[in-house]
């Protein structure tokens, strides 16, 4: 069984905007600070959002008041909404559950998902 399953990519024009969500199951939500990174073509993975359970949002400066996440954590899922979307967002973008609780650094016992791909087009 897969614990996380993203949705949501597709294709916009810059400017547009796309929402994606992440779907758990398999493991207690609320344990988790909820991620979402993301991997240019070429690049290194990107933190692009994490999300407690309760508490404050870091997001990337690159996306910052552009991108909002939500958790909705009856429902065991995280929600990206992008906003004002321009080429240099084109990436596959990852959910991660992190046991750590760390909304900054890269925790090593993080679980993935399969990624949904994001591509803006000029």
């Known amino acids: 069984q897969v614990p996380l399953v993203e949705s949501g990519g597709d294709w916009v024009q810059t400017g547009g905007s796309l929402s994606l969500s992440c779907v758990a199951s398999?493991?207690?939500?609320?344990?988790?600070?909820m991620k979402w990174y993301r991997q240019r073509t070429g690049k290194e993975h990107e933190l692009v959002a994490a999300?407690?359970?309760?508490?404050?949002?870091n997001y990337a400066g690159s996306v910052k008041g552009r991108f909002t996440s939500d958790r909705d954590n009856p429902k065991n899922t995280l929600y990206l909404q992008m906003n004002d979307l321009t080429p240099e967002d084109t990436a596959v973008y990852y959910c991660?559950?992190?046991?750590?609780?760390?909304?900054?650094?890269?925790?090593?016992?993080?679980?993935w998902g399969q990624g949904t791909q994001v591509t803006v087009s000029s």
């Open positions: 991660a559950a992190d046991p750590c609780r760390d909304v900054i650094g890269r925790c090593p016992h993080e679980t």
């Open positions: 999300v407690p359970a309760n508490g404050i949002t």
């Open positions: 398999g493991l207690t939500f609320m344990d988790y600070v």
